[in-house]
Protein backbone atom coordinates (compact mmCIF):
# COMPACT_ATOMS: atom_id res chain seq x y z
CA UNK A 1 0.00 0.00 0.00
CA UNK A 2 0.93 3.39 -0.73
CA UNK A 3 1.19 5.81 2.03
CA UNK A 4 0.45 9.29 1.34
CA UNK A 5 2.78 10.86 3.70
CA UNK A 6 2.47 10.21 7.50
CA UNK A 7 -1.75 9.87 6.57
CA UNK A 8 -3.77 6.92 7.96
CA UNK A 9 -5.76 5.36 4.74
CA UNK A 10 -9.27 4.59 5.34
CA UNK A 11 -10.99 2.69 2.60
CA UNK A 12 -14.81 3.51 3.07
CA UNK A 13 -17.70 1.71 1.00
CA UNK A 14 -20.53 4.84 0.85
CA UNK A 15 -22.51 3.05 -1.92
CA UNK A 16 -25.02 6.41 -2.27
CA UNK A 17 -24.88 8.48 -5.15
CA UNK A 18 -23.95 10.94 -2.90
CA UNK A 19 -21.29 13.68 -2.66
CA UNK A 20 -19.80 12.83 0.58
CA UNK A 21 -16.69 14.36 0.13
CA UNK A 22 -17.99 18.19 -0.08
CA UNK A 23 -18.34 17.41 3.94
CA UNK A 24 -13.89 17.83 3.82
CA UNK A 25 -11.89 21.03 3.49
CA UNK A 26 -11.52 22.14 -0.12
CA UNK A 27 -13.17 18.56 -1.25
CA UNK A 28 -9.71 17.12 0.34
CA UNK A 29 -11.22 13.39 1.27
CA UNK A 30 -9.17 14.32 4.04
CA UNK A 31 -9.40 15.10 8.31
CA UNK A 32 -7.06 15.35 10.52
CA UNK A 33 -4.52 12.18 10.33
CA UNK A 34 -6.64 10.03 7.61
CA UNK A 35 -7.06 9.96 3.76
CA UNK A 36 -10.71 8.38 2.74
CA UNK A 37 -11.16 6.98 -0.28
CA UNK A 38 -14.10 5.11 -1.91
CA UNK A 39 -12.71 2.58 -4.49
CA UNK A 40 -13.26 -1.12 -4.75
CA UNK A 41 -9.62 -1.05 -5.97
CA UNK A 42 -8.05 -0.44 -3.51
CA UNK A 43 -6.16 -3.58 -1.94
CA UNK A 44 -4.70 -2.49 1.38
CA UNK A 45 -6.06 0.14 4.47
CA UNK A 46 -5.12 0.92 7.83
CA UNK A 47 -8.91 0.87 8.04
CA UNK A 48 -12.27 0.05 6.55
CA UNK A 49 -15.41 1.81 7.27
CA UNK A 50 -18.86 -0.10 5.29
CA UNK A 51 -21.37 3.03 5.74
CA UNK A 52 -25.15 0.56 5.82
CA UNK A 53 -25.31 -2.41 3.80
CA UNK A 54 -27.07 -0.48 0.64
CA UNK A 55 -25.57 -1.99 -2.10
CA UNK A 56 -22.87 -3.59 -0.27
CA UNK A 57 -20.88 -6.22 -3.21
CA UNK A 58 -21.73 -9.87 -2.34
CA UNK A 59 -17.94 -9.99 -1.30
CA UNK A 60 -14.82 -8.17 -1.33
CA UNK A 61 -11.11 -8.36 -0.51
CA UNK A 62 -8.51 -6.32 1.07
CA UNK A 63 -5.63 -6.35 3.55
CA UNK A 64 -6.96 -4.87 6.47
CA UNK A 65 -6.90 -5.86 10.49
CA UNK A 66 -10.30 -7.38 11.08
CA UNK A 67 -10.43 -5.33 13.99
CA UNK A 68 -10.14 -2.08 12.36
CA UNK A 69 -12.95 -2.92 9.62
CA UNK A 70 -15.92 -0.96 11.59
CA UNK A 71 -19.52 -0.92 9.97
CA UNK A 72 -22.34 1.80 10.43
CA UNK A 73 -25.96 1.05 10.50
CA UNK A 74 -27.09 4.28 9.82
CA UNK A 75 -30.79 4.03 10.17
CA UNK A 76 -32.81 3.34 13.61
CA UNK A 77 -34.60 0.11 13.63
CA UNK A 78 -37.78 1.10 11.81
CA UNK A 79 -36.49 2.51 8.68
CA UNK A 80 -33.25 -0.04 9.06
CA UNK A 81 -32.65 -3.74 7.03
CA UNK A 82 -32.56 -5.96 9.90
CA UNK A 83 -29.01 -7.55 10.07
CA UNK A 84 -28.25 -11.18 11.13
CA UNK A 85 -26.00 -11.38 13.57
CA UNK A 86 -22.98 -13.59 10.84
CA UNK A 87 -22.95 -10.31 8.98
CA UNK A 88 -22.21 -8.34 12.37
CA UNK A 89 -19.95 -10.43 13.61
CA UNK A 90 -17.52 -9.81 10.38
CA UNK A 91 -17.01 -6.84 11.75
CA UNK A 92 -14.06 -5.22 14.58
CA UNK A 93 -16.81 -2.98 15.89
CA UNK A 94 -20.84 -1.78 15.19
CA UNK A 95 -21.61 1.80 15.42
CA UNK A 96 -25.36 1.85 15.71
CA UNK A 97 -28.41 3.62 17.66
CA UNK A 98 -29.57 0.01 17.88
CA UNK A 99 -30.13 -1.33 21.28
CA UNK A 100 -31.20 -4.55 19.42
CA UNK A 101 -28.27 -5.54 17.65
CA UNK A 102 -25.36 -7.40 19.24
CA UNK A 103 -22.15 -7.16 18.89
CA UNK A 104 -18.86 -7.61 21.32
CA UNK A 105 -17.55 -4.19 20.30
CA UNK A 106 -20.60 -1.67 20.07
CA UNK A 107 -21.07 1.73 20.01
CA UNK A 108 -24.04 3.43 20.91
CA UNK A 109 -23.87 6.53 19.16
CA UNK A 110 -25.45 9.19 17.05
CA UNK A 111 -24.47 7.65 13.12
CA UNK A 112 -23.53 11.20 11.55
CA UNK A 113 -25.63 10.60 8.70
CA UNK A 114 -24.17 13.21 5.73
CA UNK A 115 -25.92 16.54 5.61
CA UNK A 116 -28.63 17.33 2.63
CA UNK A 117 -28.11 20.98 1.49
CA UNK A 118 -26.21 21.70 -1.45
CA UNK A 119 -23.10 23.06 -0.06
CA UNK A 120 -19.67 22.23 1.00
CA UNK A 121 -17.93 22.29 4.38
CA UNK A 122 -15.61 25.52 3.39
CA UNK A 123 -19.19 27.16 2.26
CA UNK A 124 -20.57 26.59 5.72
CA UNK A 125 -17.27 27.08 7.66
CA UNK A 126 -17.55 30.54 8.60
CA UNK A 127 -19.68 33.15 11.03
CA UNK A 128 -21.50 35.54 8.46
CA UNK A 129 -24.93 35.94 10.16
CA UNK A 130 -27.59 34.73 7.30
CA UNK A 131 -30.70 37.30 5.66
CA UNK A 132 -33.44 35.60 7.01
CA UNK A 133 -36.62 36.98 5.05
CA UNK A 134 -39.31 34.12 6.27
CA UNK A 135 -40.79 33.02 9.28
CA UNK A 136 -41.30 29.19 9.61
CA UNK A 137 -41.08 26.11 7.56
CA UNK A 138 -41.65 22.25 7.99
CA UNK A 139 -40.22 18.91 5.46
CA UNK A 140 -41.94 16.13 5.29
CA UNK A 141 -42.11 14.27 2.64
CA UNK A 142 -45.66 11.64 1.72
CA UNK A 143 -44.24 8.74 2.96
CA UNK A 144 -46.61 6.21 4.51
CA UNK A 145 -44.07 3.23 5.35
CA UNK A 146 -43.68 3.52 8.84
CA UNK A 147 -45.31 5.00 11.44
CA UNK A 148 -42.98 7.16 12.20
CA UNK A 149 -43.75 8.60 8.16
CA UNK A 150 -47.87 8.68 9.04
CA UNK A 151 -47.53 10.14 12.35
CA UNK A 152 -45.18 13.04 10.65
CA UNK A 153 -47.71 13.43 8.01
CA UNK A 154 -50.80 13.39 9.92
CA UNK A 155 -49.04 16.34 12.28
CA UNK A 156 -47.92 18.04 8.80
CA UNK A 157 -51.26 18.54 7.57
CA UNK A 158 -52.97 19.63 11.64
CA UNK A 159 -50.23 22.39 11.81
CA UNK A 160 -50.86 23.67 8.35
CA UNK A 161 -54.03 23.80 8.87
CA UNK A 162 -53.89 26.08 12.26
CA UNK A 163 -50.52 28.54 10.71
CA UNK A 164 -52.14 28.97 7.46
CA UNK A 165 -49.80 31.01 5.42
CA UNK A 166 -47.64 31.56 8.34
CA UNK A 167 -45.93 28.12 7.97
CA UNK A 168 -44.31 26.61 4.47
CA UNK A 169 -44.69 23.23 3.71
CA UNK A 170 -42.06 21.15 2.33
CA UNK A 171 -40.89 18.10 1.02
CA UNK A 172 -41.01 14.97 -1.58
CA UNK A 173 -44.36 14.08 -2.82
CA UNK A 174 -45.60 17.47 -1.40
CA UNK A 175 -43.58 20.52 -2.51
CA UNK A 176 -40.46 18.76 -3.81
CA UNK A 177 -37.07 21.21 -3.69
CA UNK A 178 -33.68 20.43 -6.04
CA UNK A 179 -31.92 22.15 -2.77
CA UNK A 180 -33.01 21.61 0.32
CA UNK A 181 -31.62 25.13 1.22
CA UNK A 182 -34.48 26.65 -0.25
CA UNK A 183 -36.43 25.12 2.68
CA UNK A 184 -34.27 26.51 5.22
CA UNK A 185 -31.58 28.96 4.20
CA UNK A 186 -34.29 32.15 4.87
CA UNK A 187 -36.36 31.29 7.59
CA UNK A 188 -35.91 31.67 11.12
CA UNK A 189 -37.63 28.62 12.52
CA UNK A 190 -38.13 25.15 10.69
CA UNK A 191 -40.19 21.93 12.48
CA UNK A 192 -37.85 18.76 12.08
CA UNK A 193 -39.21 15.58 12.56
CA UNK A 194 -37.46 12.53 12.59
CA UNK A 195 -38.60 9.30 11.66
CA UNK A 196 -38.80 7.73 15.08
CA UNK A 197 -38.10 8.88 18.55
CA UNK A 198 -34.87 6.52 20.29
CA UNK A 199 -31.32 7.60 22.15
CA UNK A 200 -28.95 8.76 19.23
CA UNK A 201 -31.00 8.62 16.85
CA UNK A 202 -30.23 12.65 15.05
CA UNK A 203 -29.95 13.06 11.43
CA UNK A 204 -29.82 15.35 9.02
CA UNK A 205 -33.66 16.83 9.94
CA UNK A 206 -31.68 18.63 12.41
CA UNK A 207 -28.20 19.01 11.61
CA UNK A 208 -29.45 20.62 7.99
CA UNK A 209 -31.63 23.60 10.04
CA UNK A 210 -28.43 24.24 12.17
CA UNK A 211 -26.28 24.47 9.45
CA UNK A 212 -28.58 26.38 7.96
CA UNK A 213 -28.52 28.90 10.89
CA UNK A 214 -32.55 27.81 11.22
CA UNK A 215 -33.34 27.57 14.86
CA UNK A 216 -35.34 24.29 15.42
CA UNK A 217 -38.53 23.21 17.01
CA UNK A 218 -37.58 19.28 17.28
CA UNK A 219 -38.40 15.95 17.40
CA UNK A 220 -36.84 13.02 17.64
CA UNK A 221 -33.83 12.10 19.54
CA UNK A 222 -34.19 12.29 23.36
CA UNK A 223 -30.85 12.62 24.30
CA UNK A 224 -29.89 15.64 21.78
CA UNK A 225 -28.59 18.44 24.11
CA UNK A 226 -25.84 15.62 25.02
CA UNK A 227 -24.91 16.33 21.46
CA UNK A 228 -25.26 19.83 20.87
CA UNK A 229 -26.33 23.01 22.98
CA UNK A 230 -29.56 22.73 23.92
CA UNK A 231 -29.99 26.61 23.11
CA UNK A 232 -30.44 25.88 19.38
CA UNK A 233 -33.41 24.19 19.69
CA UNK A 234 -36.91 23.54 21.82
CA UNK A 235 -38.56 20.26 22.15
CA UNK A 236 -41.98 19.22 20.89
CA UNK A 237 -44.56 16.19 20.79
CA UNK A 238 -45.99 15.85 17.96
CA UNK A 239 -48.75 13.33 19.46
CA UNK A 240 -49.91 16.81 21.52
CA UNK A 241 -50.85 18.81 18.56
CA UNK A 242 -52.08 22.09 20.90
CA UNK A 243 -49.12 21.74 23.10
CA UNK A 244 -46.55 21.93 20.49
CA UNK A 245 -48.97 25.04 18.91
CA UNK A 246 -48.42 27.05 21.78
CA UNK A 247 -44.74 25.88 22.53
CA UNK A 248 -44.14 27.46 18.32
CA UNK A 249 -46.33 30.51 18.81
CA UNK A 250 -44.67 31.59 22.77
CA UNK A 251 -41.39 31.23 21.13
CA UNK A 252 -42.03 33.19 17.83
CA UNK A 253 -43.71 35.91 20.08
CA UNK A 254 -40.31 36.03 22.18
CA UNK A 255 -38.63 36.34 19.39
CA UNK A 256 -36.38 32.91 20.07
CA UNK A 257 -34.29 33.30 17.11
CA UNK A 258 -33.13 36.44 17.13
CA UNK A 259 -31.87 36.32 21.00
CA UNK A 260 -30.30 32.77 20.01
CA UNK A 261 -28.51 33.57 16.19
CA UNK A 262 -24.90 33.81 17.45
CA UNK A 263 -25.70 30.72 19.82
CA UNK A 264 -26.57 29.14 16.30
CA UNK A 265 -23.59 30.43 14.75
CA UNK A 266 -21.03 29.45 16.74
CA UNK A 267 -22.76 25.86 17.45
CA UNK A 268 -22.96 25.35 13.32
CA UNK A 269 -19.07 25.64 13.22
CA UNK A 270 -18.55 23.44 16.46
CA UNK A 271 -20.80 20.86 14.66
CA UNK A 272 -19.16 20.93 11.65
CA UNK A 273 -15.97 20.05 13.25
CA UNK A 274 -17.65 17.63 15.87
CA UNK A 275 -20.48 15.77 14.61
CA UNK A 276 -20.45 15.16 10.88
CA UNK A 277 -19.06 12.28 9.31
CA UNK A 278 -15.86 12.97 8.65
CA UNK A 279 -14.78 14.43 12.74
CA UNK A 280 -16.94 12.02 14.10
CA UNK A 281 -15.39 8.69 12.51
CA UNK A 282 -12.00 10.28 12.80
CA UNK A 283 -12.33 10.61 16.44
CA UNK A 284 -13.42 6.92 16.88
CA UNK A 285 -10.64 6.20 14.80
CA UNK A 286 -8.15 7.96 17.27
CA UNK A 287 -8.82 4.83 19.81
CA UNK A 288 -7.90 2.36 17.30
CA UNK A 289 -4.56 0.78 16.16
CA UNK A 290 -3.43 1.71 12.53
CA UNK A 291 -0.04 -0.50 13.02
CA UNK A 292 -2.23 -3.86 13.51
CA UNK A 293 -0.77 -6.27 11.39
CA UNK A 294 -2.79 -6.41 8.25
CA UNK A 295 -3.96 -9.62 7.02
CA UNK A 296 -6.28 -10.52 4.20
CA UNK A 297 -9.81 -10.40 4.75
CA UNK A 298 -12.83 -10.88 2.54
CA UNK A 299 -16.35 -9.21 3.86
CA UNK A 300 -19.42 -10.56 2.79
CA UNK A 301 -22.93 -9.23 2.53
CA UNK A 302 -25.84 -10.53 3.61
CA UNK A 303 -27.24 -12.46 0.52
CA UNK A 304 -23.56 -14.36 0.12
CA UNK A 305 -24.01 -15.38 3.71
CA UNK A 306 -26.71 -16.82 3.40
CA UNK A 307 -26.03 -19.02 0.55
CA UNK A 308 -24.85 -22.73 1.88
CA UNK A 309 -21.20 -23.18 2.42
CA UNK A 310 -19.81 -25.99 0.39
CA UNK A 311 -19.48 -28.44 3.41
CA UNK A 312 -23.38 -28.11 3.48
CA UNK A 313 -23.96 -29.08 -0.18
CA UNK A 314 -22.16 -32.07 0.04
CA UNK A 315 -23.40 -32.76 3.30
CA UNK A 316 -26.76 -32.74 1.49
CA UNK A 317 -26.00 -35.08 -1.53
CA UNK A 318 -24.65 -37.54 0.93
CA UNK A 319 -27.88 -37.73 3.08
CA UNK A 320 -29.79 -37.84 -0.32
CA UNK A 321 -27.42 -40.95 -1.50
CA UNK A 322 -27.63 -42.85 1.95
CA UNK A 323 -31.72 -42.08 1.68
CA UNK A 324 -31.52 -43.34 -1.83
CA UNK A 325 -29.62 -46.45 -0.36
CA UNK A 326 -31.27 -48.07 2.28
Known amino acids: MEKIGFMKIVKLT?????????????????????????????????????????????????RCNKNNIIFISGEAKDTSPKYSQKFLNQFGAVITVQRELKHKNILFIQNALPWFINKSFDELNNKIEPKKTKLLSIISSDKTITEGHRKRLKFTKKIKSYFGD?????????????????????????IAIENTSCDDYVTEKFFDCLYSNTFVFYYGCPNLSSYVDDRTFVKIDIDN???????????IFKNLYEDRKKILIEEKIKSLHRDQFFPFISNILNSFDANLKKEKFTLKNELELSKPSKYHVIQKKIKNLIKKCI
Open 166 to 190: KIDVYGRGINDFEDKSTALSEYKYS
Open 14 to 62: FNYDFPIFRQTPNYSQIWGDYKFIISNDIEECDFWVIYTSYNLALKETV
Open 241 to 251: IDETIKVIEQS
